[in-house]
């Protein structure tokens, strides 16, 4: 019988593997099939199943860290793995992923899908004493009030974004005001949209190079809004706005229904 401490050593050494599964989604929640998750530690690389599905068994003795899931046409993602203890299961894990826009710009996270927010350029109305900064047009993208997600693609790094001192604001229309010229005060017709009330929101990079997540911290009310570079909207010297290059007098207006 002297092999029996062999053999309970033997079976003791062998503990089972740890269990890591959860889904792929696209951010709408529809699974995406045939998806590539990485496990940080592991060498394989695994693909999800027709459900969006995966299934990933861990020896207990491989230390691993993120894990990243990817699909053609789709902006990274990336998660954490936490078990209760080290002999656990992991908890499941869910990705949604964002597609991938075609073109930098902003895009309003839907129901179901994107809606590209169009660009409009400013108009400076007035003198150095008083002048409105604004735009002209109606905005063409509208979308919902339940919208509280925007992906915004640019090649400019965070550091670089970070200078760009992005805004969202509400907007209000103003048809006519007092503009004061060299004989005094004056009626002047304005016809713009103008800065009112700044949104609070806040800017997340997201795991590509040119891709940022702008999440905000609350719900919009009806009206017009734009996001704007520089805080141009609320420019109080208008010869600022002159100055800049034309692809800086530049806003992104859209409409809460």
Known sequence: MLWLPWLLLFFTG??????????????????LPDATVVVEGVVERYRTDTSGAFRIEIAEDVKIGALMAGKDGFIKGMADATAPDPEAD?????????????????????????????TTRL????????????????PESRISAATREFVFTSTLRPSELAQMNLHLSRLDFIDHTEIKGVLGDTDATVNLFVAREEIPFDLKALPS???????????????????????IL?????????D???EMQVVFPFEIK
Request: glycine share 8%; net charge neutral; with cysteine.
């Open 90 to 118: 992991f908890a499941p894990v869910t990705f949604k992923l964002y597609p991938e826009p075609d073109k930098p710009g902003f895009y309003a996270v839907g129901r179901d899908s994107y809606t590209h927010l169009k």
């Open 234 to 242: 609320n420019e109080t010297d208008y010869r600022i706005v002159h």
């Open 14 to 31: 062998c503990s089972d593997p740890r269990l890591l599964e959860g889904k792929v989604t696209d951010v709408w929640g529809n699974p």
């Open 244 to 246: 800049l290059p034309k």
């Open 123 to 138: 108009t400076v109305i007035g003198t150095e004493l008083k002048h409105y900064v604004g735009v002209k047009e109606y």
């Open 209 to 231: 190079r040119d891709d940022y997540l702008l999440l905000l911290r609350s719900e919009l009310k009806a009206g017009i809004y734009a996001f704007h570079g520089q805080n």
